[in-house]
């Protein structure tokens, strides 16, 4: 079993910068990618990136690309969401989640939610215009 627990979110204004945290208690072959999504109030949750732990492959969707990064720090088990020009859209819960590659890929990490089988709570960012 692997336990997911995210931190950092908070209240910002657009145009502003936030740093999620993610922290798994172990790296196992089953949690080798550690995945971002995100749910807005009254909206399907959705993915925002996702990296590959073993060489720190991201891949970012659309709706945040050029203003995401993906960071890790292997010792501690922590991977890193850097959210840059923040918009209003941005706003929801913004949850953690480990899972396995997808096999004989070489290291793809899926972006179907249905991938991961470990998940954080979540942390709330709220942007406000």
């Known amino acids: 079993q692997v336990q997911v627990a995210e931190s950092g979110g908070g209240s910002v204004r657009s145009g502003e910068s936030l740093t999620l945290s993610c922290v798994t208690s172990?790296?196992?072959?089953?949690?080798?990618?550690v995945a971002w999504f995100r749910q807005a109030p009254g909206k399907k949750r959705e993915g925002v990136a996702r990296v590959f732990v073993p060489d720190g492959t991201a891949h970012y969707e659309d709706a945040v690309k050029g203003r995401a990064t993906i960071s890790q720090d292997k010792a501690k088990n922590t991977v890193y969401l850097q959210m840059d020009s923040l918009k209003p859209e941005d706003t929801g819960m913004y949850f953690c989640a480990a899972g396995r590659s997808v096999p004989g890929s070489g290291g793809y990490c899926a972006h179907l939610e249905t991938w991961y089988e470990y998940w954080g709570q979540g942390t709330q960012v709220t942007v406000s215009s």
């Open positions: 172990k790296y196992t072959t089953t949690s080798n990618c």
